[in-house]
């Protein structure tokens, strides 16, 4: 990572080396971790809510770290830190307790890209072609990206092998 803290999340990590390090932490631990399916991720960021946020209809930079220079609905210009933020900087985790859903790093899914949900999987499983170069689901926003692109509902996908300085993940740990 470019920037250090132990609170900060890892970043500029590719979603092969996101999934590596998931076998490697199961190996290590004897419990399943991976990334979270798009389904997953899409379910635990709103929490149950029916907003583009998990804490609203807006976004502010006193609330998420994204560039400030850009506005999303109401919203007010704010700060652009140009570097991520601790975990839990700003103390607003969604109702599952989950801190920084939107903005801070772009996080992997364990999904290939498809262009919209026809034929999607229904039990909430990572959908997975045959294709292992297939481009690869983020969700969430950064630190370096407008708010519209932290919205709950907001998806990307890029090269499984590709680093970009914002991209990071999360992980999911399977019940036995």
């Known amino acids: 990572s470019r920037f250090k803290g132990d609170k900060r999340p890892v970043e500029r990590v590719s979603w092969l080396d996101a999934v590596e390090f ?10 399943i971790y991976c990334l979270p399916s798009e389904a997953q991720w899409e379910y635990a960021c709103p929490a149950g809510t029916g907003t583009p946020f998990h804490f609203g209809e807006t976004i502010t930079t006193e609330i998420a770290n994204y560039d400030g220079n850009y506005i999303y609905g109401d ?7 140009r570097k991520t933020t601790d975990v839990d900087h700003f ?10 859903m939107h903005g801070n790093v772009w996080e992997w899914c364990l999904d ?8 999607a999987p229904g039990d909430g499983s990572a959908w997975l072609t045959d294709n292992e170069d297939a481009r690869r689901v983020l969700r969430g926003g950064s630190w370096v990206i407008n708010p519209e692109s932290c919205r709950s509902a907001y998806r990307d996908s890029v ?7 914002y991209f990071g993940f999360r992980v999911v740990c399977s019940p036995q």
């Open 75 to 81: 919203g007010p210009k704010g700060d652009y830190r």
């Open 159 to 165: 090269d499984p092998g590709g680093i970009i300085r």
């Open 91 to 100: 103390g607003i985790a969604n109702e599952f307790g989950l801190c920084e």
């Open 112 to 119: 290939h890209w498809h262009n919209d949900y026809d034929g």
């Open 22 to 31: 998931c076998d490697r932490l199961s190996a290590y631990t004897g419990r």
